[in-house]
DNA sequence: GAGATGGGACAGCCATATTGACGTATATAG
DNA sequence: CTATATACGTCAATATGGCTGTCCCATCTC
């Protein structure tokens, strides 16, 4: 194979690759985020409801500051959110055993329906996009997300399953 | 094989895949355009403008109304973003030549050097990623995300590349 | 000339984030 | 036991980036 020369620089003719990626992750974020904001905006919720819904969901019993690391926004941020979804009654709160200070958090019946009922549009999309992709394409999907998340955070991340 | 019997639901078996793909596209998209903040913070600009200096530089002479399809945003709101790069001379306007009433939108020469900035943090995260995910894996990447756009949003997206 | 379209603008509103300071309960180290 | 650190909450003020509704002008198209 005698092609001529090698590109003078690689990141350059990757642009293109890299500039796909990119424009693919927003509108594909977009989309997917989008997909639920009419399902929140009937019961007067915003986005910021979900994601700690969706959070304490998947790890029952999440404390307050292990929430605060997980959205990576302020104790205040958070506070408002909080607290309306406590008075709503889809979230409660009990002390820690072991510290008493903390707040374990955990979703009650109604939290839990209304979080499955957001989680089936996520399901939905997401499950046409894997069915579509072929679970070969999956795989790669998930293995760049990983790379674009710091280390620090991939543990994290990876706690929402065995942690939980 | 002697499994004993299939799954009473492939959906409720998949949960978990599903939600693995949408924790880590939270987090990998959280942490891309993260990485752009600190640099758009130093000159008092957000998101929203980076987005459109993004688009534009992707595709000269675009309208505003092709910028508002992409974005997904009111006139309103882009409208504030667009008049403050234009004060910057970030952004530079002309009126269509078939269409005069049309504003085709360029980038100037700093509004070129400052996307290009921007896009390096940017590309940087994600040719890591990229080459730890390895090229199989890219493709699959894509393959996902296209499966979360709406078929009638591919084309414009698509068009970022040979409409540009 | 009539109506549609591209673009702009005003006023006001809302959701979500920020900072900084401060307070209280509990845990832990000396 | 005291000191300090931690977990959580809260006040006040502010910024960003969306939204709606209404109205306007220039221009294109029929």
Redesign the interface.
Known sequence: MAVPSPPASP?FL???????????????????TNSIDAGLATLGLGRAHH?AL?FIS?QPDLTVSELLKLL?ITKQSLGRVLTELIEREYIETRPGQRDRRQKLLRLTASGAALEAELFRA??E??????????Q???????????????VE?LSM?AG??SGG
């Open positions: 990141l990757r642009e293109d690759e890299i500039r796909r990626g990119v424009e693919l992750l927003y509108f594909g974020y977009s989309n997917l994601r969706y998947r990576a996520l399901r999309k997401m499950a046409a996009a894997y069915a579509q992709a072929g070969g394409s999956v795989t790669g999907f998930w293995r760049v997300l990983e790379g674009l998340i710091p955070d991340v929402l399953r």
